[in-house]
C-alpha cells in the first residue's frame, strides 16, 4: 500500500492511544514496542518502536500497520548514518527539497519523514531544521525526555511508563 503525503500526515495527526494500557518501555531491552490504535478512526492501527543502543543511539519510529506490512511514517535517529535519494519525483514537500541527496552523518541527529512515490522513510531532515524540542543527547537519562517528546510528536495520547516512571 502506498499512501499520498496527505493521508501520511492525517495519520500522523490521529491521536493515539496504547491498545493495552499496561505497555511500556523498558530501557533495558534493546528494542521496545508499543502497539497504538486511535480512538477517532479504528481502521487505522500504529506501532511505536524505540531502538537503543549502548552509545546513546536512539531510532524513534512511528509505523502504520496494514495487513502484514508496515509503512514507516516518521522516526528520529541519532548516532545513525544516512544519505537522501538525489532524484526529486512526484509530489515532494517543499520544504526539503534542499535536503535531496544530502549525507547525515552519525553525528547529525535527524528526523525521517514519510514522502510518497519513495520507500518509506527513505528522505530525513536535520533535526535542527525541525521544531523537535530535543536536538542533543547526551546522556543516557535523556532518553525519557526524548521518548515522551516523540510520543507527543506522533499525537500519543496515553501515559507512557518508562522504568516505573509515568508521564
Not at 531502538?51 to 506490512?69: D, N, V, Y
Request: aromatic share 12%; no cysteine.
Amino acid at each position: 500500500m502506498n499512501l499520498t503525503n496527505e493521508e501520511a500526515s492525517y495519520l500522523l495527526k490521529l491521536k493515539k492511544v496504547l491498545s493495552n494500557p499496561n505497555q511500556q518501555v523498558d530501557l533495558k531491552h534493546k528494542k521496545n514496542k508499543l502497539e497504538l490504535i486511535s480512538q477517532r478512526d479504528s481502521n487505522y492501527t500504529f506501532g511505536l518502536e524505540i531502538t537503543t543502543g549502548k552509545k546513546f543511539t536512539l531510532k524513534a519510529s512511528t509505523h502504520h500497520f496494514e495487513s502484514r506490512s508496515f509503512i514507516g511514517l516518521l522516526r528520529i535517529d541519532f548516532n545513525g548514518g544516512h544519505r537522501n535519494p538525489i532524484e526529486i519525483k512526484g509530489r515532494y514537500p517543499a520544504y526539503s527539497k534542499k535536503y535531496a541527496g544530502k549525507w547525515f552523518s552519525p553525528e547529525e541527529p535527524h528526523m525521517h519523514v514519510y514522502v510518497q512515490s519513495y520507500k518509506p522513510l527513505a528522505w530525513a531532515i536535520p533535526l535542527s531544521d525541525t521544531s523537535f524540542p530535543i536536538k542533543k543527547i547526551k546522556a543516557r537519562s535523556d532518553l525519557s525526555d526524548l521518548i515522551f517528546k516523540f510520543a507527543e510528536e506522533v499525537n500519543l495520547i496515553s501515559k507512557i511508563t518508562i522504568q516505573g516512571a509515568i508521564f
